[in-house]
């Protein structure tokens, strides 16, 4: 670098100064330097500081790549990040879906799949209405079959004596024909009215408050001398996941079997406990004996089947309440009567 130097040694500017192209062997071809000169006693000094600046690019340019592969190795490792992370949370998805497609190729009747927090409710409501698909199948199978069963005998009886023209038809006969009608018609109108409960339902709810007071409207012009009070803490927009024309039958048929054989007033109570759905109602009738209400609510009874006392239509509510998950509790009340008390599982805090 010194023939470079000498000529700004010899150069009386200071300050910085920048050589280029400078036609010397061995010499760098840009040089930024900095002079300055100043006297010590007697003797002048000159200063000069400099750098080649081709090595500085060169070194820049050297960083410039080490730092765009070290950015490229980032990137694609951040990216197998991101896709195994992805993969990873995905994975319950895809089991999913896995299930879902088994479900339809009728591998599988269930969802039984650990879905993420998200997916839950859906399983839920899915798995819910399968059973609820499969309760409706069974239920109508079994009541083909029993009203099968039922209707055979009195149909044959009634064509035994059609078909036996040589016997008069006597007012007896005509007697005997009619009962056996009767009950065929009977059987139809419990198995239709069977046929109309629904169930546990996806989307399906009620408002209690305002079908208890449409009710109890209803029992007030039934019953006219006799008093329904209503009780609940429940809010004006409560909402129960009931079907309406269910819950219209749970109440309906409690309060009119206890509107039936109450002195006075009859009193229905609705209230929600945590997860648990609850309908009271109480009567001052004359009550049930403690052995007698063990055999309230038996399956197979029907309304015009049942001797005078407390069980009119009770069968039908528990049959209801059973397809919920509930159950129905009789007990005596405080001072006489019956007391009934429905027990309901919100099935939106499963």
């Not at 980032?74 to 992805?86: E, S």
């Not at 499969?134 to 035994?160: G, M, Y």
């Not at 309406?244 to 206890?258: F, Q, V």
């Amino acid at each position: 670098w010194a023939p470079v130097l000498t000529s700004l040694i010899e150069n009386g500017q200071d300050g910085t100064l920048r050589v280029q192209d400078v036609d010397t062997a061995d010499a760098p071809e840009d040089i930024l330097a900095y002079r300055r000169s100043f006297r010590v006693g007697n003797t002048p000094i000159v200063v000069i500081v400099s750098e080649d600046l081709g090595a500085l690019k060169r070194s820049q340019a050297e960083l410039h790549a080490w730092t765009a592969i070290v950015s490229i190795l980032l990137i694609l490792l951040l990216v197998v990040v991101i896709w195994f992370g992805i993969s990873l949370s995905m994975r319950p998805v895809v089991e999913l879906k896995a299930t879902l497609k088994r479900l339809q190729d009728g591998k599988v009747s269930r969802i039984h799949v650990q879905a993420p927090e998200e997916f839950r409710p859906l399983v839920q409501q899915l798995n819910q209405l399968l059973d609820s698909l499969d309760q409706r199948l069974e239920r109508s199978r079994d009541a083909l079959a029993n009203l099968s069963h039922s209707v055979k005998t009195p149909i044959s009886a009634v064509r035994q004596v059609l078909e036996d023209t040589c016997r008069p038809l006597s007012d007896e006969l005509r007697l005997q024909m009619t009962a056996r009608l009767n009950d065929i018609d009977k059987q139809l109108e419990a198995e239709m009215r069977r046929s109309r409960f629904a169930g546990p339902q996806v989307g399906k709810s009620a408002y209690p408050l305002k079908q208890a007071r449409d009710l109890l409207w209803m029992m007030g012009r039934l019953y006219p001398e006799k008093s329904f009070e209503l009780s609940s803490s429940l809010p004006e927009d409560a909402r129960w996941p009931i079907e309406e024309h269910d819950l219209n039958e749970i109440m309906g048929n409690l309060l009119d079997n206890a509107g039936k054989w109450s002195e006075r007033c009859v009193e229905l109570s609705l209230a929600q406990h945590s997860d648990t759905l609850q309908i009271g109602v109480i009567d001052d009738g004359p009550g049930v004996a403690e052995a007698e209400i063990c055999k309230l609510g038996q399956r197979g009874l029907r309304l015009d089947e049942q001797t005078p006392g407390h069980g009119l239509g009770l069968a039908i509510v528990r049959e209801i309440v059973g397809r919920y998950g509930g159950n129905v509790h009789f007990s005596d009340a405080a001072e006489h009567g019956l007391r009934v008390k429905v027990a309901i599982p919100d099935s939106r805090s499963v």
